[in-house]
């Protein structure tokens, strides 16, 4: 008996992809759990697996194809209790949306269209939040100098302290990390921080979950790992949901300051621009250079108010400045 391998919905967002590559080949004898394909979603590359065991009889869809959820993918010679045992777990998968299923294929090729895809995809969330959500921004300039100083002797990156004290801050205004949902916010419990990491096919916002727990070499290690799996394109579709607050960082193109747009439903987004010296006044009054940082909070006025903003962004503030808090569990941890 045939079964059809078909394209399920891998999000609530994740209605298409496009098919990359074919594990198997007509012919192929398959087993329960074994590859079949991968497809790339929005922004991850995701692995098909089969339900049951069986011969690969017909692909479908060829590789380079866009395919919908519901979508028939391929056809694989089993026998009628793998059938009915396959159509069960069918059955567990999430519900196909109407409308998902036909439509023409579009054929693309290249590394170059697919990057065009992502950006077609970002484009579509960004009109959302810069209509839908009403931004207002603070800017404040941070004195890093204790931060560049803890940086060498940690190994670790601006970004990775700017990342931990957003978390700490998070727990300390936790409306900051709230969604709007339903035309109300709801605060969450859990931090997890979205980091913007740039690539060559896209921008992509892996999401450090209940980064609030962890310290900063910890952030640290699993920022690298996620920004590392974004440029091989390899981030599976759970790395990139959930995210109840976003840090983009352009300080390492050399931009001083900018305004990012919020990612929706979250309530806030934080924009970090570039290190430089600047002329600044010392506990002794006098004039001497430190190295500053503008950061800007673009916030949901619909969730926050301007005191709302400019409290969080002085705790954050607060810890860049004196980051001693950051590191002294890491300290600990060496000796």
Known sequence: ???????????????????????????????????????????????????????????????GET?????????????????????????????????????????ITGGQKKSLKVRRIMARKMTEGWTTIPHFYVTYAIDMTDVIRFRKDLGVTINDFVLAAAARTLTEHPWVNSWWVDGEAVEKSQVNIAMAVATDRG????????????????????ARELAGRAHANRLAPEDLEEGTFTVTNM???????????????????????????????????????????????????????????????LTLKSYLEAPVTLVSCDYGEET
């Open 1 to 63: 008996m045939l079964v059809d391998v078909i394209m399920p919905s891998l999000g609530d967002e994740v209605r298409e992809g496009v098919l990359v590559n074919w594990l198997v080949a007509p012919g192929d004898r398959v087993e329960t759990g074994d590859r079949l394909v991968e497809v790339e979603t929005d922004k991850a590359i995701a692995e098909i697996t089969c339900c049951d065991s069986g011969k690969v009889t017909e692909l479908v869809v060829s590789a």
């Open 67 to 107: 395919v919908r959820a519901g979508q028939i993918l391929a056809r694989i010679d089993v026998d009628q209790a793998a059938a009915e045992r396959c159509e069960a777990a069918r059955g567990r998968r999430p519900e196909f949306q109407a409308g998902d299923t036909g439509g023409e294929r579009k054929k």
């Open 203 to 222: 921008l992509y916002n892996p999401v450090l979950r209940d980064c609030a727990r962890m310290s900063l070499k910890e952030i640290s290690a699993r």
């Open 251 to 313: 300080g390492m193109l050399g931009v001083e300051s900018f305004r990012a747009i919020i990612t929706p439903p979250q309530a806030a987004v934080l924009a970090v621009g570039t290190v430089r010296g600047e002329v600044v006044v010392d506990e002794a009054g006098e004039p001497a250079v430190a190295p500053v940082a503008r950061m800007t909070l673009a916030a949901d006025h619909r969730i926050l108010d301007g005191a709302d903003a400019a409290d969080f962004m």
